[in-house]
């Protein structure tokens, strides 16, 4: 047995009002991969914040190959060899390849009029790091013009140049692609033979069964169990989780009804989208699955009326629409989930009851001035509605959970009394927990007659909760599939044609 490399006893950390980490003991070993899992909330993020020097524990102990970490900063932390690869990832998109790998420690030459930048030689230090990825990326390359799966491979490789013997990975696979995800999961093997040990954190439990050896389970701010993942089945998993028993995360579908709802007649946006065509019954959950890149987000974001159509028609309820402006799309009580939450679907600085009541403000003017004795009271009903957790009505929503972030944008178009809702990746990187949530929203607002169109990478999600599944590949309908008379294998053949 390998020994450990890194020792967690007696850890607690508070901010006001909040107990973030509770009495938190466990170890990793050295080359393990180990993974740790929790519900957002769980206090995993806070927990990596220390190791990296971010936050400074209350009490407790915390080793790494036997040196207490007291009182250690990021810089600290990098220099005994820990590096953390974050979900958001921080690079200087303006800058080369080899700049962001090297950033901070220029390889220099020496010259009779001072130090200059060895480019010949940082081009050629950051492709010996580059190379053993198994991927091409050129060091001359700006970073902004990187996948996000190569900027993370960029990233990976700013830790091995930095002597990194313990790299977290926080949610690095949220925004790949199957492909680039086998490659990931290549690189990191490939960490482990070096002797490298990797701390990897994800909400999806089918890659910790997939690469990891160990895994830590947090709930609350509390250790719950650390075992060797062959120990550990994924019903377990979920109970350890959430703390309770989780038999059917996907609920009992309702069957559609018979009006069309929403129909899209020959939709053409010139080189994403070709000849779309299919419609949405009332009480439909019409699932569009694919790889990304496939069209779907573009197709999305068509029907809502932010990028303009080309060619086709677009009907609800069989009267012909046309949307120049997303405005248009609103008044048409069609609404949009975003792919990228935080980006697009928040006011990150604002509050909970503001974003909810953003797109209706309407119903909350009086006499040509905000109402916020309104604002109030309509945010506490949808609060209540669906189960937001959140300390008050005006809380800064950025300081909420993914998932209670998710409901908020859920709120904001419930609140307009949306009929046909656009959910793109409805719960991409939020718990388990938080997704049973969402899943049961969803089939509650098809049981009332609403039209749902729901986006989405995850296959088990779309098998578990759509009538009816299209496929897309480079921007056009390759197959329409019934989720009780196909597999996920024959979804990937049609997103792969």
Not at 303 to 314: A, H, P, R, T, Y
Not at 414 to 437: C, H, M, N, W, Y
Not at 438 to 444: A, D, E, M, P, T
Not at 449 to 458: P, R, V
Request: net charge neutral.
């Amino acid at each position: 047995m390998n020994k450990n490399i890194l020792e967690i006893k007696n850890v607690t950390k508070k901010f006001p009002g909040v107990l973030a980490l509770n009495d938190v003991s466990f170890c990793v070993r050295e080359g393990d991969i180990h993974a740790l899992v929790g519900e957002n909330g769980a206090g995993k993020s806070t927990l990596i914040k220390i190791i990296s020097g971010v936050y400074v524990h209350d009490s407790g102990t915390i080793r790494f190959e036997e040196t207490e970490l007291k009182n250690a900063n990021p810089i600290d932390c990098i220099k005994m060899g820990i590096s953390t690869v974050h979900q958001e990832l921080r690079m200087v998109d303006s800058l080369s390849v080899a700049e962001n790998i090297f950033l901070g420690t220029p390889i220099e030459r020496k010259t009779a009029f001072g130090n200059f930048i060895d480019w010949e030689k940082l081009f050629e230090e950051s492709q010996k790091l580059i190379i053993p990825m198994g991927i091409n990326i050129d060091p001359r390359t700006k970073i902004s013009e990187l996948s996000v799966a190569k900027k993370q491979i960029v990233e990976i490789c700013k830790a091995v140049r930095r002597d990194a013997k313990l790299i977290i990975m926080d949610e690095p696979s949220a925004t790949l692609t199957e492909n680039e995800l086998d490659v990931l999961f290549r690189i990191i093997e490939d960490l482990k033979k070096r002797g490298i040990t990797v701390i990897y954190i994800s909400h999806r439990l089918e890659e910790i069964f997939k690469i990891a050896d160990r895994v830590t389970i947090m709930r609350d701010g509390k250790h719950i169990i650390t075992d060797d993942v062959k120990n550990v089945t994924r019903k377990t998993m979920i109970s350890h989780m959430v703390g309770r028993e989780i038999e059917d995360i996907y609920p009992k579908r309702n069957e559609p009804g018979g009006k069309v709802l929403f129909e899209a007649i020959g939709i053409e946006r010139k080189g994403v989208l070709h000849n779309i065509n299919f419609v949405l019954h009332e009480g439909e959950i019409l699932a569009i699955a694919g790889l990304v890149g496939s069209g779907r987000t573009e197709l999305a974001r068509a029907l809502f009326g932010v990028d303009k159509i080309n060619q086709g028609e677009i009907k609800i309820k069989g009267v012909s629409k046309q949307f120049k402006t997303n405005r248009d799309a609103i008044r048409n009580r069609i609404a949009l989930m975003p792919e990228d939450r935080k980006a697009q679907g928040i006011v990150s600085e604002m509050g909970v009851g503001s974003n909810i009541t953003l797109v209706g403000i309407d119903k909350i003017i009086k006499l040509s001035f905000l109402n916020p004795k309104l604002e109030q009271e309509y945010s506490k009903e949808y609060i209540q509605l669906l189960k937001i957790q959140t300390p008050s009505w005006n809380h800064t929503i950025k300081n909420l959970s993914g998932g209670n972030q998710q409901k908020c944008v859920l709120a904001k178009w419930l609140f307009v009394d949306s009929d046909i809702l656009i959910f793109d990746e409805p719960t991409r990187g939020i718990d388990v927990g938080a997704k049973q949530e969402i899943y049961r929203l969803l089939n509650q607002l098809a049981s009332q007659g609403k039209g749902i169109i729901m986006i989405s990478s995850e296959l088990p999600e779309v098998m578990g909760m759509a009538h009816r599944i299209l496929v897309m590949h480079d921007g056009k309908f390759t197959g329409e599939l019934i989720p009780e008379r196909t597999n996920q294998e024959e979804i990937m053949h049609y997103a792969t044609i």
